[in-house]
């Protein structure tokens, strides 16, 4: 299968086959226009940056085809009833598109933090979007990572890729980040990924890969 990956802002991303449309944690940094016409909405875990609820629920108003697979019961109004709950080991299609569901909870940002459910999706059998989280799944073609998160140091970024050397890797979770912050957390991906023999793909939102490529 072929998938074309579109970044939002943020953690937020477009992917698409020949007839299907998915989009992963649409979030109150910058909700994508692509889910004016998607198939689904693919929610990791309910933390504002990761779903923007208002914004979501006024989009099933003008999208009637438009279903949400979330972990958590999302408040979404008159549209309640579109969102499946999915939890670890999960599969469903979305059109043409496999979903796996991998993992049960966010990586831990402060001691103080009670457990925080959060999934991440393996679309297509090809890219894995954890949200945030660092699930260790081998064999991977491509993997979204986080480069600016409360839960992730640079050292903890090095010994997960090195652990699960996906054949890419693509770098999201930047919204805190100015323009060189988010320069100098690419050049890190990049020297990581190539540490093990993998390809950091460096995206803009708004600027789309192809895959496999």
């Given amino acids: 299968m072929t998938l074309t990956l579109t970044r939002g802002i943020h953690a937020a991303l477009t992917i698409t086959s020949g007839s299907t ?5 649409p979030g109150a940094f910058g909700f994508p226009g692509s889910v004016a016409n998607a198939d689904a909405v693919l929610v990791t875990h309910d933390h504002f940056d990761h779903v923007d609820v208002p914004a979501l629920a006024v989009a099933l108003e003008d999208n009637p085809g438009l279903h949400v697979y979330t972990p958590t019961h999302l408040s979404l109004e008159a549209n309640v009833d579109r969102q499946t709950l999915v939890s670890e080991g999960d599969e469903f299609m979305v059109g043409d598109v496999s979903v796996s569901v991998i993992g049960r909870e966010q990586a831990t940002a402060s001691i103080d ?9 393996l679309i297509g059998g090809l ?3 954890p949200g945030d989280a660092r699930p260790v799944i081998k064999n991977l073609d491509t993997l979204i990572v986080a480069l600016a998160a409360p839960w992730q ?12 050397t996906p054949a890419r890797v693509i770098g999201l979770h930047d919204g805190t980040l100015n323009d060189l912050g988010r320069n100098f957390g690419q050049k890190t991906l990049a020297r990581i990924a190539s540490s093990y023999g993998g390809e950091a793909i460096s995206l803009n939102p708004g ?3 192809t895959l496999p490529h």
């Fill in 113 to 121: 933090d009670d457990v925080i459910i959060n999934v991440g999706y």
């Fill in 153 to 164: 140091s640079t050292p903890q970024l090095e010994e997960y890729l090195r652990v699960v």
């Fill in 127 to 129: 890219v894995l979007h």
């Fill in 21 to 25: 449309t998915l989009v992963v944690d």
């Fill in 207 to 209: 600027e789309s890969v």
